[in-house]
């Protein structure tokens, strides 16, 4: 049915973010870094992996790794909007 209105390509988009989380919290438990990144060029990375000779496509990209001691990202305070502007009490809202 997927396939009848075009939509296989979202599934299966939705698919690879199930098992991306998954492999995010299995590299995390196991103390490895992890990075999802979204807005590549998934046309140039489908050419760079030659992904066209499998009938595949790139839809996200993870990094994964350990940070460098010496990194001085490692240290500085996270940046975050405070919880009010992020978070809202839907109860408040009820018309």
């Known amino acids: 049915m997927r396939e009848q209105v075009g939509e296989t390509?979202?599934?299966e988009k939705k698919?690879?973010?199930i098992a991306m989380t998954a492999l995010l919290y299995g590299a995390s438990s196991m103390g490895i870094d992890s990075t999802p990144i979204e807005g590549f060029d998934e046309a140039a990375m489908d050419k760079v992996l030659n992904l066209d000779?499998?009938?595949a496509r790139s839809v996200l990209l993870v990094t994964l790794g350990y940070d460098?001691?010496?990194d001085?990202?490692?240290t500085r305070p996270k940046s975050r909007?405070?919880?009010e502007d992020i978070f809202y009490d839907l109860d408040k809202y009820r018309g």
């Open 15 to 17: 698919q690879a973010y």
């Open 81 to 83: 909007l405070p919880q």
């Open 72 to 74: 001085h990202n490692r």
């Open 9 to 11: 390509l979202n599934w």
């Open 53 to 55: 000779m499998y009938g």
């Open 68 to 70: 460098a001691e010496d």
